[in-house]
């Protein structure tokens, strides 16, 4: 299975950069936008609905901000839209498709970059996450075998290796220790796995650049998109690739190609 995720920055704005275009060309089974940032009325035009894929989109009651969306080669057997957050799930964050006992989410985490407010907002996101995830988990391990790939912006780099200016971010959203320690918990304990860098430990691998200075020329940038695993899943990347030969928004996509049957989760 070859999978595609990518924060849009607004997909009509992804749309008119050549976006669809692109995807035609990529052979994928699934795609996974984030911050798609349009209402179903917005959308209605037969471009945001590619033929060769089933086409889910689930906005945000408010408009002009987040919503998630997935495009996949096969008819999924249900999709399911928030993972039951009576705060969060408003502003469509999370996407699920079920194909057999796989299942591919299209998750968007929010960015706690703007104000102290919405930093606390991200923490109770990952709070609520974070118990949802460690659920499936043992789900996957220990009852009815499903495998979930949680795909999309996670707003969160790892580790040291994944900002170009990890020093002098140590301090600001998306790198504060609480973050990095959440993450920690998720990939150590809590046995996920962090499928881009099962195949590619290498530096410089970056997923966003900020728009200021020449962050995207200089390749100053975050890895924050990421295609994470339960469990089950260890072992089953075979290759992974962020795109950059024309930018889409400023986020990069990240394409992955991965030994799974969806029929038995693996």
């Not at 998720?186 to 200075?213: A, C, H, I, K, M």
Request: glycine fraction near 10%.
């Amino acid at each position: 299975m070859r999978i595609i995720t990518l924060n849009v920055n607004g997909i009509r704005s992804a749309a008119r950069k050549g976006l669809f275009d692109w995807l035609a060309r990529q052979r994928a089974d699934v795609v996974c936008l984030q911050e798609v940032r349009a209402q179903a009325n917005q959308i209605l035009a037969a471009q945001f609905h590619p033929r060769q894929f089933h086409c889910f989109y689930e906005a945000a009651q408010r408009k002009g901000y987040s919503g998630v969306a997935l495009f996949t080669r096969q008819e999924p057997d249900e999709v399911l839209r928030g993972f039951g957050s009576a705060e969060f799930d408003a502003e469509g964050r999370y996407l699920e498709a079920r194909f057999g006992q796989l299942s591919v989410v299209s998750v968007y985490l929010p960015s706690g970059s703007s104000s102290e407010e919405r930093q606390q907002a991200k923490f109770r996101f990952m709070k609520e996450f974070g118990v949802h995830l460690g659920g499936l988990g043992q789900d996957s391990r220990r009852q009815d075998g499903r495998q979930y790939l949680f795909c999309g912006d996670w707003n969160i780099a790892h580790k040291e290796i994944d900002l170009k200016n990890w020093r002098g971010n140590r301090q600001n959203s998306g790198f504060l220790p609480e973050e990095r320690a959440w993450l920690d918990n998720l990939f150590g304990p809590q046995g996920f796995t962090d499928t881009f860098r099962e195949v590619n430990p290498e530096p410089d691998q970056y997923t966003w650049w900020s728009n200021r200075g020449q962050a995207w020329a200089k390749n100053v940038g975050w890895r924050i998109d990421y295609q994470i695993g339960t469990p089950g899943l260890k072992g089953a990347a075979r290759g992974a690739r962020i795109y950059r030969d024309k930018r889409y928004s400023d986020h990069a996509p990240l394409i992955m190609d991965f030994d799974l049957n969806p029929g038995s989760g693996r």
